[in-house]
C-alpha cells in the first residue's frame, strides 16, 4: 500500500509520501511516489501517486514527455506551460483517463485491481494555491477551506492527529510536524507503509519549494519527533483520568 | 459500520463497543453490538458484532435458543452450561456457520456482504480468560501474549493508541481508558461508529462482570476523558520540536 498526506494551509502546502509498494506480502520493493515539477520563480507543483504502479508510473511518462515535446514545440501543452493549476489538474486526469482507458480491462481480466489516485499540489504565478486530489476516472476535487488536506492510500491511522490539528491557519510549521506525526502512526500500526519518507514544502506566492527532501529511516530530527509523539501520547494518556473507579 | 475492541491483560477483559448500524449513508440505526452471558460466580463472557446485522442476531437468537432449551434439558449444550470458553467459541463458531449456509448465497445474489465477526470474551472457573475472534466461516483465532487485543469492524483510527499502549502487563483500569481512547480517536474520524457504547470489564478470576454499563453521549466522564485527551494532544503535538527549520 501507500500513504500520501498534503495539507493547504494559508501560507502554503506541505506534501508527504511513503515509499513502499507491495504486490502481494511478500513482494515488497521500493517505490518514490512525490514528483516534484517547477520553473523557478513561475510555478512549482507536487504529484504524489498510489494505487497500481503501472498506472501512476504511465501517467508520468505522459505528463513527463508532454513536457519534453513542448521544449520543442511550445504549442504543446505540458504541466509546466498552461495556463492555470486548474488545468495541471485537468492534464493529470486526462494522463490517467487515458492508462485507464488502455489497460483497465486486462489489468482486471487477470484478477487485479487498476484504481489509482493522484494528489496534484501547486502554484503558478498569478494565481493561488491549489490542492486537488485525480480520480481513476480522471475527475477531480478540489480542497478547501472546510477541508484542508487530503490523503490517500491507508489513510485511516493517520486520520486523527490531522482532523484535530489542521485547519487553514495552522503556520507551515505545525503543518509540516502535523504530517509527519500522521506518516509516524501510520508506519507504527501497517506494514504496508514504509520508509524513507518523501517531503516537499511549497511556502505561498514563492513559486519554488522551500523544502524537497528524502528523510531516511536513520533520520535524527524524524526520529526525534517520533520519539517525542511517544512519550507525550504516554505522558498525555497517563495524565487522563481513570474512568474504572 | 461498528467499532468493537477487546483487550486481554493479566488482570482481566475489557471490551467496549459502539451502537451505529447503517445500511448505506442514509439509512443509520442505533442497535447495541455488546451481549452479556454469566452465571454469577462460575463463567462470565461478552460477546461483540460486527457485520451483517441480520447473520449475527440469527447467532444470538441460536445461542439464546440454546441457553433456554437446556434449562428444561440439561443434556442441551450451550454457552452457559458448556465445558470451557474454548468450546464457547466453537458454539458460536457452529451457529454462525449455520447462518452462512442458510443465508449467505440469498444475501450475497440480492449484491449485500453476508460477512460478519464475533470477539468472544470470557472466563469459566477452573479456566483461564479467553479471548477469541470469530470469522464468518466459524473458524476463530484467540489473543495470545503476543497480541493482546483484537478489533472487529474500523478499527484502522483506534489502532495506533493501543499499539502503543496495550501490553499483557497493563493495568485493566489502563486498559480500560486504552479502549476509551481508541473509542473517542474513531468517534471524531468516522461518522458510521457513533455513541452510546457499551463497555464490560471483567476482572480476573472473579466470574462476574464488574462493569456492564451503557456511555451515553452525555456521560460525564467520558467527556472529561475524550476533553483531557484532545487537550494533551494538543499539549504533546506543540511541545514537539520543529522539523521545518
Chains 1, 2 share one sequence.
Not at 515539477?37 to 507543483?45: M, P
Not at 506551460?81 to 483497465?104: F, I, K, S
Not at 485525480?134 to 490531522?162: C, R, W
Request: glycine residues 8%; aromatic residues 6%.
Amino acid at each position: 500500500m501507500t500513504y500520501c498526506v498534503a495539507v493547504r494551509v494559508d501560507q502554503g502546502l506541505v506534501m508527504l509520501s511513503d515509499t513502499r509498494t507491495n504486490a502481494g506480502m511478500d513482494n515488497i520493493a521500493r517505490f518514490r511516489k512525490s514528483f516534484t515539477y517547477s520553473v523557478a520563480g513561475e510555478r512549482a507543483i507536487t504529484l504524489m501517486c498510489s494505487g497500481n504502479l503501472s498506472i501512476t508510473q504511465g501517467v508520468k511518462a505522459m505528463l513527463g514527455r508532454a513536457i519534453k515535446d513542448s521544449q520543442l514545440d511550445p504549442d504543446i501543452e505540458s504541466i509546466l506551460n498552461c495556463a492555470t493549476m486548474h488545468r495541471v489538474a485537468q492534464l493529470v486526469g486526462d494522463a490517467m483517463c487515458e492508462m485507464q482507458h488502455h489497460y483497465r480491462s486486462t489489468i482486471e481480466m487477470q484478477g487485479s485491481g487498476a484504481d489509482a489516485s493522484i494528489l496534484v499540489a501547486g502554484q503558478r504565478r498569478g494565481g493561488k494555491q491549489r490542492l486537488y486530489l485525480v480520480y481513476s476516472a480522471g475527475n477531480f476535487i478540489e480542497a478547501t477551506e472546510d477541508t484542508p488536506f487530503f490523503q490517500i492510500g491507508e489513510h485511516k491511522y493517520g486520520k486523527p492527529i490531522l482532523d484535530r490539528i489542521v485547519r487553514r491557519e495552522t503556520t507551515l510549521e505545525d503543518a509540516t510536524k502535523a504530517v509527519l506525526v500522521s506518516m509516524d502512526s501510520t508506519l507504527r500500526s501497517n506494514l504496508s507503509v514504509g520508509m524513507p519518507l518523501d517531503l516537499t514544502v511549497i511556502e505561498r506566492d514563492q513559486f519554488d519549494f522551500r523544502v524537497r527532501t528524502r528523510i531516511e529511516a536513520d533520520n535524527e530530527e524524524f526520529q526525534l519527533l517520533s520519539l517525542g509523539w511517544s512519550a507525550a501520547l504516554r505522558k498525555g494518556f497517563e495524565d487522563l483520568p481513570n474512568v474504572l473507579g
